[in-house]
T-cell receptor, first 113, second 112 residues
Framework: DVKVTQSSRYLVKRTGEKVFLECVQD?????MFWYRQDPGLGLRLIYF???????EKGDIPEGYSVSREKKERFSLILESASTNQTSMYLC????????????FGSGTRLTVV | GENVEQHPSTLSVQEGDSAVIKCTYS??????FPWYKQELGKRPQLIID?????GEKKDQRIAVTLNKTAKHFSLHITETQPEDSAVYFC???????????FGAGTRLTVKP
């Protein structure tokens, strides 16, 4: 069974902390994505990566950075967490073209207090 | 960039009725249009998709129609069942693009 695994299901962090969200896929997919999901706003693309060490900004990259040192792992980093980054974060992966469809992880619900 | 609008944001139907969700997009070059279903507490999963060279696609009780001229596409669910209750997202991408843009989602509730 195809899998995208996010390391934490729930996370509570304090304002100003550095936060790492990890995502691992076992499908040898080239593309990996980070979205945040908020009520009424749907899924908004933060960053994506189409190859190791490559990254592209999505629609809302401010306050975030990413790292892809290995093909199977894509990390989202909040350099200094703020309360407006409280959200559900979804990782996804796909083959080279998005038209093969995304496989999503189960999500990490991050609360910044 | 691509702008995707999805309506309605919430939809409540009686079991057995039909449900229709519509999305509009802005980039006329977009040519791949998937729909994802997200049940409560679960990950979004692809349920059906359509490419721009096709006007309609069916899979049992669900269908998607595409009007490229008007730049909108719709998800149709017939004979709805309580297990169809979920949030549905439309998405849009260019065929050779790596990434997709999603609509804001529609929360569908099917009442028994």
């Amino acid at each position: 069974d195809v899998k995208v695994t996010q390391s934490s299901r729930y996370l509570v962090k304090r304002t100003g902390e550095k936060v790492f969200l990890e995502c691992v896929q076992d499908m040898d997919h080239e593309n990996m994505f980070w979205y945040r999901q908020d009520p009424g706003l749907g899924l908004r693309l933060i960053y994506f990566s189409y190859d190791v060490k490559m990254k592209e900004k999505g629609d809302i990259p401010e306050g975030y950075s990413v790292s892809r040192e290995k093909k199977e792992r894509f990390s989202l980093i909040l350099e200094s967490a703020s309360t407006n980054q409280t959200s559900m974060y979804l990782c996804a992966s796909s083959l080279r073209r998005a038209t093969y469809g995304y496989t999503f992880g189960s999500g990490t619900r991050l609360t910044v207090v | 960039g691509e702008n995707v609008e999805q309506h309605p944001s919430t939809l409540s139907v009686q079991e057995g009725d039909s449900a229709v969700i519509k999305c509009t997009y802005s980039d006329s070059a977009s040519n791949y249009f998937p729909w994802y279903k997200q049940e409560l507490g679960k990950r979004p999963q692809l349920i059906i998709d359509i490419r721009s060279n096709v006007g309609e696609k069916k899979d049992q009780r669900i269908a998607v129609t595409l009007n490229k001229t008007a730049k909108h596409f719709s998800l149709h669910i017939t004979e709805t069942q309580p297990e169809d209750s979920a949030v549905y997202f439309c998405a849009v991408t260019l065929y050779n693009n790596n990434d997709m843009r999603f609509g804001a989602g529609t929360r569908l509730t099917v009442k028994p």
